[in-house]
C-alpha cells in the first residue's frame, strides 16, 4: 500500500525557515522523480520544486528559486524540503508526490505551513 507522509510543518515567522519531509513507502521510490507541492484553499496545488529519481537534478518555482531546496535520501525514501527566507505568501498546505500527474499516486495529508508575524 502506497503512503505518503509529511511532517515538519508549523508556524513561522517571515524571514524563517523550516524543513519539510516526505516518508515515501509501498512503492519502489528511487524509481520516481518526487515533487513538493503546496495548495491554498480554494486554490489550484501548486507544484513548488522537482527532483529527479538519483537525486541529480532540481527544479524549482519561481516563486521559490534561491528560497527552497529540494533533496532526496533514496536508502531511507524520504524527500525534503528546506524551506529558508519564508514569506506569508508561502503558507499554504504542503504535499510530496510524483512529479508527474501520470504517476501520481494517493496524496497525503499533508502539513501546514504558516509564515505569520
Known amino acids: 500500500q502506497v503512503q505518503l507522509v509529511e511532517s515538519g510543518g508549523g508556524l513561522v515567522q517571515p524571514g524563517g525557515s523550516l524543513r519539510l519531509s516526505c516518508a515515501a513507502s509501498g512503492f519502489i521510490f528511487s524509481n520516481y522523480a518526487m515533487g513538493w507541492y503546496r495548495q491554498v484553499l480554494g486554490e489550484e496545488r501548486e507544484l513548488v520544486g522537482a527532483i529527479s529519481s538519483g537525486g541529480g537534478t532540481t527544479t524549482y518555482a519561481d516563486s521559490v528559486r534561491g528560497r527552497f531546496t529540494i533533496s532526496r535520501d533514496n536508502a531511507k525514501k524520504v524527500v525534503y524540503l528546506q524551506m529558508n527566507s519564508l514569506k506569508p505568501e508561502d503558507t499554504a498546505e504542503y504535499y510530496c508526490?510524483?512529479?508527474?500527474?501520470?504517476?501520481?499516486?494517493?496524496w497525503g495529508q499533508g502539513t501546514q505551513v504558516t509564515v505569520s508575524s
Open positions: 508526490n510524483a512529479q508527474h500527474s501520470y504517476s501520481w499516486f494517493r
